[in-house]
């Protein structure tokens, strides 16, 4: 017995010095529950210096360290791996979180496994603790889970070993309506992550190679009937020693629900541009090249649409003159729009029409355009015309016309386009002045040269001057002119009698 004894010190001297020097912790445990011996490793990890620190059996040690597992349960009596090793039980991978007695939050994390060594005749020998230090390793999946759950974008992640979920954020839950319970424990195909993807199936081989998984557009179940359109993809990532896959998800419903809008706002604006009564166009703000027109369009002058789609409308003459064009461009460049512009179109065969033009900026595609509408006001200007004439003739004598009958027709007559305005009293000399101020009292030649002792034909050189000084081709226009610029003549002092021809 003695040599049995002996021997068996001989062998535990030995062990002792093989594992003295080993990373990992190693507590020997007698089969009385004595703490035999532990190594250096082990001291460090329980804060000890010596074995009587770690306590003089199990019940010491239980009392000198609080144990718990991660989900904050406090280890009770027999099931500290100390106690469970010395009942015989074999196990692997237990992680615990201890605390020194007194200290309130744990100071390290232990992942233990049990070793039993026997004798020769098969009767526990020897009861061995191997703890692995895995603070480090716990709290970068803590920093890692807090930055999971905190993140906003949404995200789960599946357990490789068996396909399903075994972390779900609040931006998923958030993004879907689903409950934490209603993920967690599921497969990744009852909640299918990759569902109605053109890739699903290299998703689903990429997943069970543990290998990432591309980006892919995928219709994703809700709670209830509905589903959402959203961008998937997985990362190969592991959690302690188990393979996980982190699935990260952006949400493209918004994306869809404008996509839908828009598409319905550019159906109603294409049925409200083909079917306006007044002609329409779209072109290019860059270039002015014409991208689309309707029907009234093209009814109104002449063009098919072959015509002039794809062309500018310097290229077709769509205006009577360039300057005309220029300026209109000119004015959607600076400002972006322009309201009721009078101008003359010109259609396709070269006849001319007196239309009022609009114009606004739109973006189209992506692309900033022009949209002009075009209101024919050609009949109206006619009609106001021919009234002009027709008070003109039946009131030839015009010296009772009130001025602002006078400004009215001449107006009419005689419109002055955006920008431009009428000549200066400069332009005009002081007889040409004279004679003016007396054609505004709807005094004729004859009378201006009895005034003014003139021949009636100097009279009237004088008045054609005025004429094209001022810019008006009839004495009403001229009357209009003089008396907006308060020219009023008086009657000069006679010098003799006046030269008739």
């Not at 017995?1 to 021997?7: F, N, Q, S, T, V």
């Not at 001291?43 to 989900?71: F, K, S, W």
Request: hydrophobic share 40%; proline share 3%; charged share 30%.
């Amino acid at each position: 017995m003695a040599d049995r004894l002996a021997g068996q010190k001989v062998e535990r001297q030995q062990l002792q010095q093989i594992i003295a020097g080993l990373t990992e912790g190693v507590i020997l445990i007698d089969p009385d529950q004595t703490i035999a011996w532990a190594n250096r490793a082990a001291l460090t990890m329980h804060g000890a210096r010596e074995i009587a620190d770690l306590g003089r059996d199990v019940d010491e040690y239980r009392r000198r360290y609080q144990l718990r597992y991660r989900n904050h349960h406090v280890l009770d009596e027999g099931a500290y791996p100390s106690d469970r090793v010395v009942a015989g039980e074999m196990f692997a991978d237990v992680v615990v979180e201890v605390a020194r007695a007194g200290v309130a939050e744990p100071e390290w994390v232990h992942r233990v496994r049990s070793l039993v060594l026997t004798d020769a005749d098969g009767a526990p020998d020897c009861l061995v603790l191997i703890v692995t230090d895995a603070t480090d390793e716990m709290q970068a999946i803590e920093r890692f889970e807090s930055a999971f759950n905190a993140n906003p974008a949404p995200a789960l992640i599946c357990r490789i070993s068996d396909l399903r979920f075994i972390r779900v954020n609040q931006g998923f839950l958030d993004m879907t309506g689903y409950a934490r319970e209603g993920v967690v424990g599921r497969s990744v195909y009852e909640l299918d992550v990759m569902a109605g993807a053109d890739k699903r199936e290299i998703g689903k081989e990429r997943l069970a190679a543990w290998e990432t998984v591309p980006q892919m557009e995928a219709s994703l179940a809700l709670p209830g009937a509905e589903t959402k359109l959203v961008i998937t993809a997985g990362q190969p990532i592991e959690m302690g020693d188990e393979r996980c896959m982190l699935f990260t998800f952006a949400d493209l419903e918004p994306r869809r629900k404008a996509e839908i809008a828009l598409r319905n706002s550019e159906e109603k604006f294409a049925k409200t541009f083909r079917l306006a009564p007044v002609p329409m166009k779209i072109s290019t703000l860059d270039g002015f090249r014409i991208l689309d027109v309707n029907e009234a369009f093209l009814k109104e002058t002449g063009w098919t649409i072959e015509e002039v789609v794809g062309r500018s409308t310097a290229e077709i003459e769509l205006w009577d003159t360039a300057a005309t064009r220029r300026r209109q461009e000119r004015e959607l460049v600076e400002t972006g729009s322009f309201r009721g512009y009078e101008a003359k179109l010109k259609t396709k065969e070269g006849a001319i029409i007196d239309c009022l033009v609009s114009a606004e900026t739109v973006r189209i595609g992506g692309e900033v355009c022009v949209l002009d509408v075009f209101q024919d006001i050609t009949v109206r200007k006619t009609s106001e015309l021919e009234l002009v004439k027709a008070i003109e003739e039946a009131l030839a004598d015009t010296s009772w016309l009130s001025r602002s009958v006078m400004e009215k027709l001449a107006n009419m007559r005689s419109p002055q386009p955006a920008g431009q305005s009428r000549s200066s009293l400069v332009d005009l000399t002081a007889k040409e002045r004279q004679v003016l101020g007396l054609v505004s009292q709807g005094l004729d030649d004859f009378e201006i040269s009895e005034k003014l002792f003139l021949s009636r034909n100097t009279v009237r050189n004088h008045v054609q001057r005025i004429y094209a000084k001022i810019g008006v081709h009839r004495r009403s226009e001229a009357i209009v002119w003089a008396r907006e610029r308060g020219i009023v003549g008086t009657e000069p002092e006679r010098r003799g009698p006046a030269r008739r021809k």
